[in-house]
């Protein structure tokens, strides 16, 4: 079984910066695409980032030249570097990845989610 655990949430003035990060532990032989979604209140789920194993960005209109994904192969975890925060990022954040495990499956797995408040 695979586990991805978020941190780094919390609140944070507008403007300010704030980093998340995702770890996923298990029975991992490989991790592909590794991404960060969001959902804020009486929204549905969005695409924040995703980075592919080689270091392929993608990004939502809405947060590009703020955020920075990134990821660390050997401690199979993946960041989002967030900067100039804004209240419209609020929003619980949620960790994806698509997990080669043991047995051999190609599975995509979400995590717990963390929170983020943006607001003076």
């Known amino acids: 079984q695979v586990q991805l655990v978020e941190s780094g949430g919390g609140l944070v003035q507008p403007g300010g910066s704030l980093r998340l990060s995702c770890a996923a532990s298990?029975?991992?032989?490989?991790?592909?695409?590794m991404g960060w979604y969001r959902q804020g209140p009486g929204n549905q789920r969005e695409l924040v980032a995703t980075?592919?194993?080689?270091?392929?960005?993608n990004y939502a209109d809405s947060v590009k030249g703020r955020f920075t994904i990134s990821r660390d192969n050997a401690k199979n975890t993946v960041y989002l570097q967030m900067n100039s925060l804004k209240p419209e990022d609020t929003a619980v954040y949620y960790c994806?990845?698509?997990?080669?495990?043991?047995?051999?499956?190609?599975?995509?797995?979400w995590g717990q989610g963390t929170q983020v408040t943006v607001s003076s």
């Open positions: 994806n990845a698509d997990v080669v495990h043991l047995s051999a499956l190609l599975e995509n797995y």
């Open positions: 980075i592919s194993r080689t270091g392929n960005t």
């Open positions: 298990g029975t991992i032989i490989s991790i592909y695409t």
